[in-house]
């Protein structure tokens, strides 16, 4: 009996195998197939290196949400808590002289606590998590450009630009940061018990209850983790563009359209690969659908943004197929 099940696993290993080397296999040759379409451009090595920072963001951010949506917890504010969050970073730097203990202090703390406030309207109050974070997008928004108008009056500028304390945004040490995130990330989701509790919540009440795991309390600490992780996302992506412009009217959600549709393609390959390497592949393959749309003169904000929104759905749908409720 017992050799029939080593048998058994060792086959389903196999095949998932087989299943990951298809993949990676159909991603290298659509890649060099775009190569050719771009006219060579694509696979250059300094398109690759190109594309390895621009991707950095969508891949932190997306392994913080990995963390939040596990749960059950659909956080819509995520795109209006990082802006808030990298401009009370650069505020630190550029107007108090913190340098880059508070660009990092200031921009996480914001963040945990924009998080905190958020995760508790709908874990504590019994309010939707779509719905919590609607409304706190809408509260982080009007803080931010409240106190960015209020400021503009003597520094000239709505738009706070961080000139100083860039060395975390450049090259390599932005990947580097990425890649360790990415190990971090994949320990505390695979290898811990916060990983498992937070995977037990994801599958349904009924598995929680019975591992005796407190729901509320895992899911809030999930939050707090993935939190902390978007809040480096937010720190790299500042020191490498030197802003995040403030938006109202929930402007903020198309900052995290590319996390989104890198966690939907992780879902997607949910059976494939764990959350963490799929949050790897859906990062590339959405930057460089934007970069092989650039190389060919397609204009962003319109052709690219509809290619993206195209993307979100389609992953959309085949995370559907793979999993019930919400997006692991």
């Known amino acids: 009996m017992s050799n029939k099940k080593t048998l058994g ?58 963390f939040i949506f596990t749960g059950g917890m659909v956080d819509l504010s995520i795109g209006a808590q990082v802006i808030l969050a990298a401009n009370v970073g650069a505020i630190c730097v550029e107007d108090f002289g913190l340098g880059y203990p508070g660009l990092i202090i200031g921009t996480l703390v914001t963040i945990v606590i924009c998080e905190f406030l958020s995760a508790s309207c709908s874990q504590f109050l019994g309010i939707p998590a779509w719905v919590a974070g609607l409304g706190a997008a809408l509260i982080f928004e009007a803080i931010c450009n409240i106190y960015v108008n209020n400021r503009a009056a003597t520094a000239g500028s709505s738009v706070v630009y961080l000139k100083n304390c860039r060395a975390l945004g450049s090259f390599p040490v932005i990947v580097i940061i990425a890649v360790v995130v990415l190990i971090v990330a994949y320990i505390l989701f695979n290898r811990s018990q916060l990983g498992l509790n937070l995977r037990a919540v994801g599958s349904g009440g009924e598995v929680a209850s019975a591992m005796g795991i407190n729901r509320k309390k895992t899911i809030m600490i999930a939050a707090m983790v993935g939190a902390v992780i978007i809040g480096i996302g937010a720190i790299t992506q500042l020191s490498y563009t030197g802003r995040f412009t403030p938006m109202s009217g929930l402007g903020s959600l198309s900052g995290i359209f590319k996390s ?38 397609v204009p962003s904000g319109t052709g690219q943004e509809m290619c993206l929104g195209a993307v979100v759905v389609l992953c959309g749908i085949l995370s559907s197929f793979k999993n019930k409720g919400v997006v692991k």
Not at 42 to 55: F, V, Y
Not at 263 to 269: H, N, R, V
Not at 279 to 288: L, N, P
């Open 9 to 66: 696993n060792a086959g389903l290993k196999k095949n998932k195998l087989q299943s990951q080397l298809l993949i990676i296999a159909i991603i290298v040759i659509v890649c060099l197939i775009c190569h050719f379409i771009t006219g060579g451009r694509l696979l250059t090595l300094t398109n690759l290196k190109t594309i390895s920072i621009q991707m950095t963001y969508p891949l932190i951010v997306g392994l913080g949400m990995m």
């Open 260 to 297: 989104l549709a890198t966690i939907l393609i992780a879902g997607s390959f949910a059976r494939i690969f764990s959350d963490p390497i799929g949050c790897v592949i859906g990062a590339f393959i959405v930057t460089a659908l934007f970069n092989v749309l650039t190389l060919l003169g």
